[in-house]
């Protein structure tokens, strides 16, 4: 069993995730692997905009669906 925090991912996701693929990957480094080339990249890209909670009113978000 890996335990993976979702605090520790937003805050510094490199070890969070590093750890967490040397689990699944049963290793004990990931050094020179392609694995950690792709890690580097995606912490290095900017990351999405985080959640929007609703607006909190009657039908305000529904805009936001397709009509059919």
């Known amino acids: 069993m890996h335990i993976v925090r979702y605090e520790d991912i937003v805050n510094d996701p490199k070890p969070a995730l590093k750890s967490l693929l040397e689990f699944i990957m049963n290793v004990d ?22 959640y929007k909670p609703r607006l909190g009113k009657a039908n305000a978000n529904f805009d936001k669906f397709n009509r059919i």
């Open 29 to 50: 480094d990931l050094k020179g692997t392609t694995i950690e080339a792709n890690l580097e990249l995606a912490i290095s890209e900017t990351s999405p905009q985080i």
